[in-house]
């Protein structure tokens, strides 16, 4: 069973810094992608940051800004947030995905990040 666990979101001024984790388990398959998405509300889920082997892709508002790793020795995955704005406001999920079987993917449960001006 695949599981997920975010932590590391919280309220933080404008310009400021939070490191999110995302501790997973129960990942059987090989080929697999894993990914930070936020959802503002009113607004739907979008890609963050994706990170395959060394291969990592961003979205166009978080380059430069943000960085995604991931640690195998302890199942975790990261995204280290700096010089954030209001507008990345949202609840934060991480999210693996089987790259042969893309329809296979899962969801942790999500941690808010909330940025005051």
């Known amino acids: 069973q695949v599981q997920l666990v975010e932590s590391g979101g919280g309220l933080v001024q404008a310009g400021g810094s939070l490191r999110l984790s995302c501790a997973y388990s129960?990942?059987?398959?090989?080929?697999?992608?894993m990914g930070w998405y936020r959802q503002a509300p009113g607004k739907q889920r979008d890609m963050v940051a994706t990170i395959f082997g060394g291969t990592t892709s961003y979205a166009d508002s978080v380059k430069g800004r943000f960085t995604i790793s991931r640690d195998n020795a302890k199942n975790t995955v990261y995204l280290q947030m700096n010089s954030l704005k209001p507008e990345d406001t949202a609840v934060y999920y991480c999210?693996?995905?089987?790259?042969?079987?893309?329809?296979?993917?899962?969801w942790g449960q999500g941690t808010q990040v909330t940025v005051s001006s």
């Open positions: 129960g990942i059987t398959f090989g080929f697999s992608v």
């Open positions: 999210n693996v995905k089987d790259r042969v079987v893309p329809t296979r993917q899962y």
